[in-house]
């Protein structure tokens, strides 16, 4: 299969390295309107490059596209992509306007193309190992779920004034993907509180940096997510699931195992810095199962109603910091 | 220091066992209605027995008096306490009526009494530890608190047809007061949810067993409350302070530190099952506290406005979860 | 049971008030050749005090000793009390002559007396839940053990000088119990290997500090022991049981749970300081099973003879660690 | 660089699959008497493969051999590799025959060829991380050194008849290399003891599966190696290093985080099965610091000196296990 990168920026490196390294995947094309990106990115693989995505879409032998883009680009990217008949990798979130992401969907169904979103974290191994666990009935029905998703910075300010309260949509809308995954349930009602608590210097832009959600799910249990954009300890990914048989708990990583004991007490490394490192496994493995799935002609396993539902969430939630009342959320 | 214990059951063995072993203090009499029941903890540690709480305030011998009757109760008692000059241990909630709650406040101040709330959590050594970290900066200033709370079993039907919504005032008000405790700080607005997930034999009365609480602090932080009545591998009592510098975490505590590994996996044993057996220092270290400060003529470290302030959160908190609203609290 | 404690140095202010606030015991006379250290125990306690052992033990009141005296003078101690009809609570080793210890066997049996050794480490609640596993058959057969057992600082010079080799008559006369005790097995061989890695001034005698054993048990299984006597992290003490199905592990154990997330790492407070600490429980347990089993008429749990073994082992080690040979153990 | 896998049983499809992956390798050749064995290892990287060494040695295109044989044959092939100039990495033992260990670092050397040992454990992350924390003075002085070394199964009956006592070169090797690279420190005496515990029909050569090992260092340091072949926990592959500043401890690996808590306890999967599992990244880092010694044209980083020594350890150990006497090992 060979592959299309749009956007050689963040995470298109990581992207482009694990289809490089995939037995049955090849990195063609890079496409990015800073050149200078693009090709340092298409150089490592020996893939060519373009600032013209129309140029790259028009390539019979490019199988699929992965976007990396900024999402505010996606829908008509996943447009323009589904028009040219190719299988559809794409970052979270799907694109930041719900109305353009319901264009998408029919476009993409009309053009009966394959359409698949990074929610990397379905693949973290101890993740799946909690889904199959509630699956088998481990913890009998779910009755509360607390989520801690904690960053160890806050995106640049150009980031943050373009996709103010990007805590919910860019940053939770993971976790919210996280309790509809595993516990197979809608939420059908969200509270949210923010806080500024990042510095003037780090945070000029006075965007949430600190978040709480209630959602309370369609089946009654509760769930709790905090997230914050300052956790100085690396970063800090949990997730316990409650219920009445029982608690799962998928704990935080660590680089190495090693304990320090000295006079002053036991210690250990922060925990991995980033979804970089935390999450290495799940990028080569969700690419693993997008291949997959087309080359077996079934639908990825995350489809692209997944993508909005949770950009939904994400949604009712900002509306909920900033008007200080729970929303509905429609079934 | 000598003590009268005002009702035998529950919690009541624990404090009179504390105050036979305390080198300073000694059991005089035990005051309950059931006669039997005062004997059973009475004829233990050498104590007289009544069923009279106006004969036992009437010995001019007794110093103290330990208040572990049913909540419903408290103020009257307290009342009759503080008129007969004994300083005052009284088990949470401090009355189930704030009116009461102030008329108290009046009548202990007025009598000069000593007043001390069996907050017993403030005693544990791991949250004191925790305690003193964030007195020393170790965190910074606090952003967000999660505190799981969860218990064994719930509470006899009758004792929830009594008390309903308990979840609030009965049990997550020792949360309330430990956020207050930990940071300094009054919650200014309070969310909660409820659900109810025990099966009707258990939880004939249909109460909540299952709740979520968000709390707002003054200082902008965000404070998460979770509990359950059905936590089936132990009493799970977690605290999480997180801040600008850090994190602290008061774990779970357990009867042994045992590991088995075996073909199955690794195992522990469950944590320990109940507030008896996870909080019994805690109560010892109590009961020490309030006889040194009746004996230095101090004001005792958890006063009648701390229970007063955690009750009223939970009140706040009750309403909320009836409304679905969110609830601003006085200051 | 009235008490009288012989030797009020060390470890002898533990026993006192453990027997102090034990329900069915007093303490009623302690004896020490230095009445000032005598008497700041027995003042705690409404003890009386006496530098003359005779005059103790010629109290008919007294029905149980507790001997805490250096290990030199337990023989002759252990022979008076015997004669005068007391029961026997005795700290390790027995004696530092064996043959003195089989004089004391044959004088403590006709004298039909209760005798226990405060193998104190067999009460220690994890210990045990390891010795009940076992037992079940959790393990299977035993295949080797790992015991760590390092103390936090070495004892006094003159201490060292008085007991020279005492790392293993004094400290890992323990853990040769616990092997004993958990496996119901004797060795038949010992290799030990010492070397002094304290400087000058902590070690001026330059007396083994730092020492590891190799135990074959009559059943063929394994055992690693190994001492230190400057664990700068705390009383580090901890023990693995390995076998056909699976392994034991008992665990260190600590102050409080708290753990601390900062920039550096991952921190925690070091172990319990030293055996005071970390057995507190343990020293309770064991005098109450003794004194249920004089109350009982049942010989004590901890026999003369398994002090005499665990005896015998120490020294065989000490004699392969002169020798640089193993030893073969008599059955 | 062009490789040569020499031998496509057991992990020779480990290193294969990491050559294949490297993005600055290529697998050109598999030699195996067992053409289908080779096949199939070839076919999946799209290399040849041959029965003949001679023949593939004569390739001028091979830059380096992987030598995965029996360890029997190991001499002769690094003869002819280095005969051919090939760089030569050579799984451990170097052989089992110390003077033809001797031959082959003459002939090495005089044919100037790259030669490596895969002591695949010094490039695991976390004991990695504890080297360099003794490099950097953390622990102070090493005085006591403890390896848990055990494996889930023993290997087959024809492996162990060919073998005797590999239990001692063949694992432990590993051991005694850590030990000499950790403490950057040679052993001057070894006692070792074993036993028999498995049964007559997973063990039907009754040849030790479960050893204990003492060293003494030249720096006096205590060390101690555990081994088994039957942990039905898992790979369980535990160091721990004690000196005068305090420990570090280098704990087991898991699949996943996952912990379950329930009714019974609280759970987790059982360790990593085995090597291939627990030191995946150990062995792709160590095929990158073979090429990259190669490439940079300097000594790799571990020598044939250091298979030779490990190897003398491993045999004064099967020495003093048969003769039940400590051995001296030559500086």
Redesign the interface.
Known sequence: MEFCLIGAGFIGPVHAANIA?HPRARLRTVVDLDRAAGERVAGKHGATVTTSLAEALADPKIDAVVICTPPRTHAAIIEAAARAGKAIFCEKPVDLDLAKVDACARIVRDAGVSFFVGFNRRYD??HR??FD?IRKG??G?P??I?L?S?DPEISPPDYVKAMPYGIFYDTMIHDFDMVRWLTGQEPVEV?A?V???LDEKTNPERDPD???V?L?LAG?????V?S?F????GY?QRIEA?G??????????Q?????????????????HYFFIQRYAQAYRDELEDFIAAVEARRPPSISLDDGRRALAIAYAAMESAKS???VALKP
């Open positions: 390294a191994p101890t190992a909690m666990a481990e913890i029905r009755e509360m607390v801690s904690r509270y509180r806080a500024v608590m600190t978040a709480m209630t309370t009654g249990a509760l769930v709790h905090n914050s300052r956790a100085v300890y800090d409650f009445e048989k029982g608690m799962l708990v998928s704990r935080n990583q680089p190495t195992t090693l304990v320090r004991y000295d006079a002053k007490g036991i210690r250990q490394d922060p925990l200080g009342k729970p």
